[in-house]
């Protein structure tokens, strides 16, 4: 497995941007495709973005599309989310994650390692 740790939250106003990292220890993320996930209060965990282990493909929820990029850098082992035009519904826990294929980020189960996740407030 690999350990998470996530960074670069905070609060923002609507239309403004936030760039978030996730720093990962282990010799093995590169081979890890890594994603993004967020949880709003009172709402259920949702898939944000994700990227495959060699940066050749993304896959992004309609909600963040044209706002968000998702980008890694396998030598510093760090994954990032750049978000822009940001709205009061982006709002949440943004929690990244480590799982063995790209396609298995649609599903926003409890698989894979995760991080302990960053509060992004975005305001009004």
């Known amino acids: 497995q690999v350990q998470l740790v996530e960074s670069g939250g905070g609060l923002v106003q609507a239309g403004g941007s936030l760039r978030l990292s996730c720093a990962a220890s282990?010799?093995?993320?590169?081979?890890?495709?890594m994603g993004w996930f967020r949880q709003a209060p009172g709402k259920e965990r949702e898939f944000v973005a994700a990227?495959?282990?060699?940066?050749?493909?993304?896959t992004y929820a309609d909600s963040v599309k044209g706002r968000f990029t998702i980008a890694r850098d396998n030598a510093k082992n760090t994954l990032y989310l750049q978000m822009n035009s940001l709205k009061a519904e982006d709002t949440a826990v943004y929690y990244c994650a480590a799982r063995h294929n790209l396609a298995s980020f649609i599903i926003p189960d409890d698989s894979g390692s995760w991080g302990q996740g960053t509060q992004v407030t975005v305001s009004s």
């Open positions: 282990g010799r093995t993320f590169s081979t890890y495709a």
């Open positions: 990227i495959s282990w060699s940066d050749s493909s993304t």
